[in-house]
């Protein structure tokens, strides 16, 4: 959506499509003047003819890392270096709008899917990847255990579940999707819900279960996943006009769970550890079912980890007041790991202490939303 600034200038302006920090859909005009006071600066990219995030990623990073540590600030705070003139100055888009009705209808409909998001964003700082690969524990992994974790306490049951995966090793390859519920993450969780099962016991199935969803995200790295292979065949049904009620089936399956790990540094002219104020909180995304969770992760250097997370006012499935009403289980798994308690055949949260009694008294929020408060999803 495009609309007139000052100057008669006309810019782009994602109306009801960027929430803002108060979580309310509006106009962002990418003006100069219609920049917020503080200096935050908006941006936005179209998503049809590429992937959005890691073009947003790239153009603030190489922004960030040249003006901080190549051309520097002036006194005055400003930006040191000489403009560039090459550059075509703008010019106006004609749009070919046949009614002003039409502009009215959309934006509405823009709205109302804008307002129906319930948006969390927060950055945990406790700890990140590089205390959880002290136990040779994939960070990706330990993050994929804990949402099943914290979705079975919420729930009381699992769901379809989506990751995506990069496909960078194929020419235009783009993603696959890694079904990350799994027999031997499901098997664990219970493991934690009954008091009767043992330390090693569960310290077994969570070793169990972060094998298999590394080995299920090698396979769709390499072009042995299967999601993708379904769509082709449901492409090639559509055409030859061929009824198959197994695609039916499978396609039809909602992914109330629809997660995916967002990457941070583009390219490296600076180091995130040492330039924290640098970092970005990164972007995420709507859920994909309407009585489900989008929840997108930024791991980004060794001690922070960023998340998104998202789902629909309208849907009593997911309710708003399930981000305030306590804490969750998945609490009390940081103490352990920051005591490297696994390296002591499952000390530590691998014990059968009640989930009430490990619970933070500070805690706040459901099972989602409060993850950097309340050390949530075993954070």
């Known amino acids: 959506v495009w609309a007139q600034g000052q100057e008669g200038l006309w810019v782009p302006s994602p109306r009801a499509t960027v929430k803002k920090q108060d979580g309310v859909g509006g106009n962002r005009c990418l003006y100069k003047k219609k920049s917020p006071k503080n ?18 990623s790239f153009s603030v990073q190489f922004t960030l890392g040249t003006d901080r540590f190549q051309l520097g600030y002036s006194e005055g705070g400003h ?60 960070p990706d992994a330990f993050i994929q255990i804990s949402l099943q974790l914290a979705h079975f306490w919420d729930k009381g049951n699992f769901c379809l579940t989506y990751e995506a995966s990069m496909t960078r090793l194929f020419r235009e390859g783009r993603t696959e999707t890694v079904r990350s519920c799994t027999r031997e993450s499901t098997a664990f ?98 859920p994909v079912a309407d009585d489900g969770y989008g929840v997108s992760y930024i791991i980004a250097g060794e001690n922070l980890i960023t998340f ?25 798994l940081a103490p352990s790991l920051r005591g490297q308690d696994l390296r002591r055949e499952g000390q530590g949260f691998w014990n059968n202490e009640p989930w009430e009694q490990c619970l933070p008294a500070h805690s706040v929020g459901g099972w989602l939303g409060p993850v950097g408060r309340s050390s949530l999803l075993c954070l």
């Open 189 to 286: 969780v219970r493991s934690m819900m009954d008091p009767a099962r043992g330390q090693l016991e569960r310290l077994q199935l969570f070793q169990a279960a972060a094998e298999k969803h590394q080995h299920m995200y090698r396979l769709a790295m390499t072009g042995a996943g299967i999601d993708r292979h379904l769509f082709c065949l449901y492409v090639v049904s559509r055409y030859l006009r061929v009824e198959s009620p197994f695609l039916a089936q499978v396609l039809a399956e909602p992914w109330r769970l629809s997660t995916s790990q967002t990457p941070q540094q583009q390219i490296k002219m600076f180091d995130m550890e040492k330039n924290q104020d640098l970092v970005s909180s990164g972007g995420g995304f709507g």
């Open 79 to 138: 930006c040191c270096g000489e403009p560039s003139t090459a550059m075509a100055p703008p010019q106006r888009l004609q749009w070919d709008i046949p009614e002003e009705p039409s502009i009215t209808c959309s934006y509405r409909v823009a709205k109302a899917l804008a307002d129906d998001v319930d948006f969390h964003c927060f950055q945990f700082t406790n700890f990140g990847k590089g205390l959880v690969k002290q136990f040779k524990i994939s």
């Open 39 to 56: 200096g935050t600066v908006p941006l936005k990219t179209g998503h049809l003819v590429t992937l959005a995030s890691p073009i947003l």
């Open 308 to 332: 998104h997370i998202s789902s629909k006012f309208s849907s009593p499935e997911t309710p708003h007041g399930n981000w305030r009403r306590g804490s969750a289980p998945g609490a009390h």
